[in-house]
C-alpha cells in the first residue's frame, strides 16, 4: 500500500508541481495476490481535477517474470490536495482528457468524486 501511495504521489506532484498530501485512499480493491518472486507493477494516473485536490488511479499488476503473463492484483483511489509554500492547499492546472481512455476515467472518477462529496455530507449531517 505504500508503494500505491508513493506512484500517486509523484503522478499528483508531477500534475501540479507542487508538493502533495494524501487526503484519502477512496477504494482498494484486491483482485489477486502477489506471491514473493513475482515482479510487480505500478501504474497511475490523474483521473480528475478538481479547484485544489485530484484524484489518482493506481493500477497494480503482477507479473511472472518465467512467462511474462500478466494479471491485474489491485486498483485503489487516492486523493490528494496540492499544497503552497505556507503548506496550504492551492490551485492546480484543470486536466485535459483527450483520449477515449482519459475521457473515460475522467467521466468515472467525476462520478466518484460526486458520491464522495454526498457520503461526506450525509455523515456530517447525521453526527450533528
Known sequence: MSWIDLVAAM???RHCGRKVV???IDRMSFIAPCHIGEHVLLRAS???VGHTSMEVGVQ????????DGRQ?????YLTFV????QERPTPIPPLKPETPDE?????????????RKELLTRLRHNAA
Do not use: C, I
Open 22 to 24: 494524501t487526503v484519502s
Open 82 to 85: 496540492a499544497l503552497d509554500a
Open 103 to 115: 475521457l473515460r476515467r475522467f467521466e468515472n472518477a467525476k462520478l466518484r468524486v460526486t458520491a
Open 60 to 67: 497494480v499488476l503482477k507479473e511472472n517474470p518465467y512467462t
Open 72 to 76: 491485474r492484483a489491485t486498483t485503489a
Open 11 to 13: 503522478v499528483a506532484q
Open 46 to 48: 490523474v483521473n480528475y
